[in-house]
C-alpha cells in the first residue's frame, strides 16, 4: 500500500472546501491545507475536518501548491483545488491503485460545473488532469495563471476511471468576475514572454474558439449551457488578446 497526502490551496474557500474534504477521507492518509489568510471560516472547517492547516502568504498558484507539497509527510501527493471533489467512482480507482503500489504519475478526467449543470461536451471535457503523483520527482511550475506540472520524461502515465467534480461557477457572475481576473493575469503572463496580439487575434481568435467550443467539440449537445459557455470562451479570448495589445501600447 501507498500512503498518500493530499494537498490543498484555500482562500475564502468556506462554500466548497468541506465536499473537498469529505471526498478525500477514503483515499488520504493526511491533507494539508495551504491557506493565504482566508476571512470565512475556512480555516475552521479544515480544522473540524482534521486537516492540518498551514497559513501561508499568497505566493502564486505553483508555488503556493509546491509549499503545500513540501509539508507532505507522504511521496505520493494527491492535488486538489478547493472548488473539487472526487467522485464515486474516482475514490474506488484511487483506493484500489493505493492499495495495489502506487507507479508513476496519474490522471482522470475532470467534469466542470457551470450554474447547475455539470457539462460533458465542448473544449472542456474530457478534461484530463495529472493530480496523483510523486513529490521527489513531479513539481508545479511558477506560472502566474494556469499553473501546470512539470513532468520528467521516466515517470510513466496512468488513467483513473471516474470524474474529478470541479464546481467552476455558480452563477454567471462569478464566470464575469473569474474571466475578468484571469484573462489580465493571462495578458500579464504573455507581455512577459514577449507575446504580441496582432489584429487578426483579436478579430478572428474569440470567433475561432467560439466555433472550437460550440460546433466543433459539440457543445451544442450541452443545449444553452454550451452556448452560453462556449461564447464565454470568445469573450474570454478576446479580453486576453486586447489586454495584451493594451500593455504594448501603454509602454511605447
Not at 35 to 64: H, N, R, Y
Not at 200 to 225: E, M, N, V
Request: with cysteine.
Amino acid at each position: 500500500m501507498s500512503p498518500i497526502t493530499a494537498v490543498i490551496i484555500t482562500h475564502n474557500e468556506a462554500r466548497n472546501i468541506q465536499r473537498c474534504l469529505a471526498s478525500l477521507k477514503t483515499v488520504a492518509d493526511e491533507i494539508i491545507v495551504v491557506d493565504s489568510f482566508s476571512t470565512d471560516g475556512t480555516v475552521a472547517i479544515c480544522q473540524q475536518e482534521g486537516a492540518i492547516v498551514k497559513q501561508q502568504a499568497w505566493l502564486g498558484f505553483g508555488p503556493q501548491k509546491n509549499a503545500g507539497i513540501q509539508l507532505a509527510s507522504h511521496e505520493y501527493i494527491l492535488s486538489l483545488d478547493a472548488d473539487e471533489a472526487l467522485d464515486d467512482e474516482l475514490q474506488a480507482a484511487i483506493l484500489a491503485a493505493k492499495n495495489q503500489g502506487l507507479r508513476g504519475m496519474y490522471d482522470f478526467t475532470r467534469l466542470n460545473y457551470y450554474y447547475g449543470k455539470f457539462l460533458r461536451h465542448g473544449v472542456e471535457y474530457p478534461d484530463y488532469k495529472i493530480r496523483l503523483f510523486p513529490k521527489s520527482k513531479v513539481q508545479w511550475n511558477d506560472e502566474l495563471v494556469h499553473e501546470t506540472l512539470l513532468l520528467p520524461p521516466d515517470v510513466p502515465q496512468n488513467r483513473l476511471k471516474g470524474h474529478l467534480l470541479h464546481y467552476t461557477y455558480f452563477t454567471i457572475q462569478e464566470h464575469v468576475a473569474k474571466a475578468n481576473k484571469y484573462t489580465s493575469l493571462g495578458a500579464e503572463l504573455n507581455y512577459k514572454k514577449g507575446k504580441k496580439a496582432s489584429w487578426g487575434k483579436i478579430i478572428f481568435g474569440p470567433l475561432a474558439t467560439f466555433l472550437q467550443a460550440y460546433i466543433f467539440k459539440l457543445g451544442f449537445l450541452d443545449g444553452g449551457h454550451g452556448f452560453i459557455v462556449a461564447a464565454f470562451h470568445a469573450y474570454g479570448a478576446f479580453m486576453k488578446y486586447t489586454k495584451l495589445w493594451q500593455l504594448h501600447n501603454e509602454k511605447k
